[in-house]
């Protein structure tokens, strides 16, 4: 069974690059998708299968995946990107998808 | 725009079945190659994936719920539905609902969520 690592938190300053991590042994050859969720609010897909954006989340937003890390990375951070993060993955060896513990990304 | 609401019974006792529905509007839940599913997140937690179905039926369930889990779909009402029996205090939760992309693959990533519902399991 898939087990996802993230960090619980990251801080960055405004106008900075926030890098979140994913590990997983062998993620790179999975398809990864990143969730943003504000306090009080459902999630919001922001990259799916690794680095794809859906066409309403800025450019800032891109992922990446190779060997044992998924990265998801906001450029320009804003004060409205501070949120939690998830990614999620299928696990295909018992048909179940997997979410990583959530990223907390602080903006300071 | 394809929109999605949850409803149920928002407070159970210990022992009961939980039992949620997903109503679908804006599109029809027959349409395109959609999984439906369902995910929880207990308070100041993460999200957990229960399980999803597809129009035709077929499910597929996260084994740590396999054993207390149905699911249903009723295109007549655009609604798909979660049963989970048998809760205790520790499936209190927000329940979501939420729809993959429709790209007829097994590990497709959900683009619409419902608001989620919150679900209490107190005696």
């Known amino acids: 069974s898939s087990v996802l690592t993230q960090p619980p938190s990251v801080s960055v300053a405004p106008g900075q690059t926030a890098r979140i991590i994913c590990g997983g042994n062998?993620?790179?050859?999975?398809?990864v998708h990143w969730y943003q969720q504000k306090p009080g609010q459902a999630p919001v897909l922001v990259v799916y299968?690794?680095?794809d954006r859906p066409s309403r989340i800025p450019e800032r937003f891109s992922g990446s995946n190779s060997g044992n890390t998924a990265t998801l990375t906001i450029s320009r951070v804003e004060a409205g990107d501070e949120a939690d993060y998830y990614c999620?993955?299928?696990?295909?060896?018992?048909?179940?998808?997997?979410f990583g513990a959530g990223t907390k990304v602080s903006v300071l | 725009q394809v929109q999605l609401q949850e409803s149920g019974p928002g407070l159970l006792k210990p022992s009961q079945t939980l039992s949620l529905t997903c109503t679908v509007s804006?599109?029809?839940?027959?349409?395109?190659?959609?999984?439906w599913n369902w995910i929880r997140q207990p308070a100041g937690k993460g999200l957990e994936w229960i399980g999803r179905?597809?129009?035709?039926?077929?499910?597929n369930y996260n084994p740590s719920l396999k054993s207390r889990v149905t699911m249903s779909v009723d295109t007549s009402k655009n609604q798909f539905s979660l049963r989970l029996r048998s809760v205790t205090a520790a499936d209190t939760a927000v329940y979501y609902c939420?729809?993959?992309?429709?790209?007829?693959?097994?590990?497709?990533?959900?683009?619409?969520w419902g608001q989620g519902t919150l679900v209490t399991v107190s005696s």
């Open positions: 062998n993620i790179g050859r999975k398809g």
């Open positions: 999620q993955v299928w696990d295909s060896s018992s048909d179940h998808y997997v």
């Open positions: 179905i597809y129009t035709s039926g077929s499910t």
């Open positions: 804006g599109g029809s839940i027959s349409g395109d190659s959609h999984y």
């Open positions: 299968d690794n680095s």
């Open positions: 939420a729809r993959d992309r429709g790209m007829a693959t097994m590990f497709d990533a959900f683009d619409i």
